[in-house]
Nanobody, 114 residues
């Protein structure tokens, strides 16, 4: 059973950057579309970005132009580069398959505040 371990969160400054990583173990991510999701306090989990096995990327409108998703299949790792952070980006960030979610990891907390 695949396990996802997210890391790289923390306190980010408005306008600043953070880079999140998601390491998958127990199964290869090759051939699978991968995604980053986030859940802000009091809100439902939402899809932030996903990357197909072909490399095609799609983003939520709220992060388009600011976030970049990438993957390294050899390392079974997915990344999320987050630039131009704002307070609305504050959330717990999770990675998972884009289609047919596996077990959810603990996520990594991102807090944007000055």
């Amino acid at each position: 059973q695949v396990q996802f371990v997210e890391s790289g969160g923390g306190l980010g400054q408005p306008g600043g950057s953070l880079r999140l990583s998601c390491a998958a173990s127990g199964s290869s991510i090759s051939g699978r579309a991968m995604a980053w999701y986030r859940q802000a306090p009091g809100k439902q989990r939402e899809l932030v970005a996903h990357i197909e096995s072909t490399g095609t990327r799609k983003y939520a409108d709220s992060v388009k132009g600011r976030f970049t998703i990438s993957r390294d299949n050899a390392k079974s790792t997915v990344y999320l580069q987050m630039n131009s952070l704002n307070a609305d980006d504050t959330a717990v960030y999770y990675c998972n398959y884009r289609y047919g979610a596996g077990y959810w990891g603990q996520g990594t907390q991102v807090t944007v505040s000055s």
